[in-house]
């Protein structure tokens, strides 16, 4: 048989379908798994008759393919990376490629893109987003690496991956070093938000008296024609609420336990984004969401002793209900998207990424977990302005924004008359408060705390009507203390 265009590393779900993929598009792929049965039962499985070529051996794999060498890994990130590198590298020749297509951390990515590179290696960290169906019929890809690595398997990545309405592969060329880890971390805070957020809206639904059923058909409406909310995340909370119960009365999702595991890809994002003091307060709140699920002990004990407003009636009709719940997770979305670009932005700017925003929500408008209707509009945006200070200032999302936010507030507080906690939805809504906010009185009164307590020094503002921050004729910034044991209380310039 020829030598195989493309090499796989690892049997589990995501690399068995990623390889099928890769094969159905007409490319000889050569697959090898750590425990030799994976392998075999892949061959004699999905693989037999096909263009693979099964190889038991980590030699045999590597003389298995055309050169320059492509070797994707498709293995758990962290340690199992490193180790499979380790053994490639002796067995591979200067200018072949390794991509990592987990969901590795990106710092991990630079690291080992540096080590290569001093080995004349080349290497592509990738997000691959889609889940098991995305990569067997089209996953949206974020590739970082050199772009000479990227050269190399642009043709394979465009061929496999996802295309969106317009017909446009899902991929692109995401930029150096981490960058496409970086995206696809980013991609899954971005879709923790969106699950809290959809999660709440169901939760406040239910406390109108909705089952399941009737849920999942206004969520339906939702996923509908050209409705805004129209998603890929949308359509399987729709589909899955209908599930009914295997046995007995009722629906399957009243009797899932109310714990949401995670890998650790929403972590990472908030860790990113404290690192580069970029605030993305609705992923925290999902992630956060997430670990307060988890400890169900807890809050089996905390309920039966705090006292929170439970079961009331709502007053608002279903329909009015609905209509709130629609565009109050329209905006909240659009606050959480809008905190995810700016991390892109801020982490472009600090790890030399040159992300192109358009482009990147271009490429996740299909195949991957948060496709959706909405990101053609983030795409045009960002076409419109590349420079956006915030996605918030598109005036394809501020428009709606101004209009109909009061429908946010409402929302939070008719869930919390009715004891439903909103993390996700009121940390979008206070995003949007504070990103349009001229004077932060709390940020003046802690500014002042930390001057009374700690001589730390604060800036000061023209004063009523002027919230600029008072410079010095050479635009440098006045700073000023003060002495608060001092009898009089001086204030005094500092000078730094
Ligand atoms: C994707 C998903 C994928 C996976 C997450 C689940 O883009 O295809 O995000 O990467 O389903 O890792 O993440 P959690 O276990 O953290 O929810």
Known sequence: MDKADIG????????????????????TVAVFN????????????????????????????????????????????????????????PLLDRGDLIIDGGNSFFKDTIRRNSELTEKGIFFIGTG???????????????????????KLVEKIFSDISAKAQDG???????????????????????????????????WVLKKTGMNAEEIASTMEQWNGGNDILRSYLIEITADSMKEKKKEGEGYLVDVVADITRMKGTGTWTVQSAMELLVPIPTIAAAVFSREMSQDKDLRLQMAKILKTPEGKKLRESKKKLMDIAHDALYIAKISSYAQGFA?????????????KLGQIAKIWRGGCIIRAQFLDEIT?????????????????????????????????DIAHRSGVPVLGMASSYDYILQIACPVMVSAQVAAFQRDYFGAHGYFKIGGEGQPEIVKDPEGKIREFHIEWMVDGRPEKEITR
Not at 17 to 23: D, G, Q, T
Not at 52 to 57: S, T
């Open 34 to 89: 750590r425990t030799e049965s994976k392998t075999r039962n892949f061959a004699e499985g999905p693989a037999k008759g096909k263009n693979f070529i099964p190889c038991y051996e980590l030699q045999n794999f590597v003389k298995s393919l055309k050169s320059p060498r492509k070797i994707m890994l498709m293995v758990k990130e962290g340690a199992p990376v490193d180790g499979f590198i380790e053994k490639l590298v």
């Open 8 to 27: 796989m590393i690892g049997m589990e779900v995501m690399g068995r379908s990623l390889a099928l993929n890769i094969e159905s598009r007409g490319y």
């Open 343 to 355: 991390l892109l932005q801020a982490a472009s700017k600090k790890y030399g990424f040159d992300l």
């Open 168 to 202: 446009e592969p899902c991929v692109t060329y995401i930029g150096p070093n981490g960058a496409g880890h970086f995206v696809k971390t980013t991609h899954n805070g971005i879709e923790y938000g969106d699950m809290q957020l959809i999660g709440e809206c169901v």
């Open 380 to 412: 045009k945006a960002y076409e419109e302005n590349p420079e956006l200070p915030n996605l918030l200032a598109s005036p394809k999302f501020s428009g709606f924004v101004n209009e109909n936010l009061w429908k946010l507030a409402k929302f939070i």
């Open 128 to 150: 691959v987003s889609g889940g098991e169906e995305g990569a067997l019929k089209g996953p949206a890809i974020m590739p970082g690496g050199q772009p000479e690595a990227y």
